[in-house]
């Protein structure tokens, strides 16, 4: 299996398109004014104390006030309490092996109100995107991920992924990680460091560490500021996709922005410094994601109705506690074997199609997938270990129940941030929502125009028009074509393109620098 990375850097969103032999497996998108992202830490007051919950809402600068749980706080809380407190009042780092180590430890049968209070300042992470009407969850056992392994204050163990089963390999990756590690942290070391050397993990250990020792030197700063502080920013969602991702199936990486390019690229010389040149830097006339065909396939598997082989579909719908999945075999064509095999057939090629999905929008939750009934107990069986299957490729953490006696699968897989929803059905940018349209015939008159008026009012010689493919077909058609004509008459520089993203009558207008330039009848250029 090859894998590539697609990276599209638009004025106000980022998009990241994961591949798998050239078929679309994960897709993130987000503002690039985005900043609760998980994994960020902030140095926040305790806003409300809520002892019915055993809770507490904190000030992240969210929006709504974050939620901590007293179990979030961590066992090792009395150290970390004492940590902070002394730290942030002396306004000095000290580092935490040469800090008094508390040997009290947080049970679980205590109270919230015990141990905060209001206003009192502390560290917190993010573990929860805010999703819906719920504001960001956190927790104030920090944790800061690395390729190879993941580094906690406040802890002295080393654990290894339960996915390394060979004994002599976590024996020898447990002793390095003991000899290297600083006092007062615990390491978790991640699955893709099985046969690592030990000058990596030494090397991802230092780094860590670091980024520890800057985060409270951050703090150290900042004591005493009344509002929550931004001391710790995770890297950025293309970066961190890319080191729980990254393996030698990589073929490439490809980016729009010379910025983020340059943020990948070197990342990539850190960890894999022989494979740093499949980071591209991307520069087609077309857009990146229709270049590599992303926007067809996210057409394809986005919305209510997903369809897939031979006529067989499923209904996904969504609320904010749980989702709803409802398999059918469409006009798929029937076996002449009986309804069951016909069902089962359909149902497990339901299961690969629905794990697809589920990772594709980042589904998570409770979902419950009402599948076609079937009555032999070998091939619901046979349905449920396809199931887990498809889903042991899926880094989310999930668990998944077998078929219940109404013929319902409960999937239970883990939500740190708000489901994926690309909508494919929008408001028509042509009529403005008004139901009534210029005539068709008319539309290349109207693009004239517009050209004239960039070119002889508002003085843009060199921009690039981009159109629904249709159109673009139509304007470029023939040796003496409208779009040869137009560049003579008006500009050699103009270019036009095809756009998969633009409805059939949509038009837009792009300096050279990518920037839109508005032309719409409703608006003006300043």
Known sequence: MTSELIVDVAKDKVSIALL???????FQQEGRLAHYAVGNIYLARVQK?????????????????????????????????????????????????RATRSEETCGKEGHIQDVLKLQQQILVQIVKEPISTKGP????????????????????KVNVSSKITQRSERARLKQIAQSLKPKGVSIIIRTVAEGCSAAD???????????????????????????????????????????????????????NDAEVYREIADYVSMIAPDRKGIVKLYNGALPILDNFEVTRQLAKSFGRIVSYQHGAYMYIESTEAMHVIDINSGNRSKKNDGQELNALDVNLVSADELAHQLRLRDLGGIIVVD??????????????ERMCENMSHDRAKHTILPLSKFGLMQITRQRVRPAMEVKMEESCPTCQGTGTIKSSLLFTDTLESKIDQLVHVHGIRRFT???????????????????????????????????????YLQYRFLTPDGEEVDMHEHAEIR
């Open 20 to 26: 798998e032999d050239k078929r679309l497996a994960e």
């Open 49 to 97: 104390l809520m002892p019915g919950l055993n809770a507490c809402f904190v000030n992240v600068g969210a929006e709504r006030a974050a939620f901590l749980h007293y179990l979030d706080l961590g066992l090792q809380w009395p150290w970390m309490e004492k940590y902070y407190s002394q730290t942030l009042a002396k306004k000095r780092y000290v580092p935490i092996d």
């Open 201 to 255: 993990l030494e090397q991802e250990i230092k780094t860590l560490y670091e980024k520890w020792e800057t985060t409270m030197e951050c703090a150290v700063e900042q004591a005493g500021s009344n509002g929550p502080v931004l001391i710790y920013e995770e890297t950025s969602r293309a970066v961190g996709m890319l080191r729980d991702l990254f393996n030698p199936s990589f073929e490439s990486i490809h980016v």
């Open 371 to 384: 599948f076609i009934d079937m009555e032999e107990p070998e091939h619901r069986q046979a349905l449920y």
């Open 137 to 156: 969850r956190i927790t104030c056992e920090i944790s800061f991920a690395g390729r190879y392994i993941v580094l906690m204050p406040f802890g002295d």
């Open 465 to 503: 028009l981009q159109l629904h493919p249709f159109v673009y077909a139509y304007v470029c058609k023939g040796l003496w074509s409208l779009k040869r004509q137009w560049q003579m008459h008006y500009s050699w520089q103009m270019r036009i393109i095809p756009n998969q993203q633009l409805s």
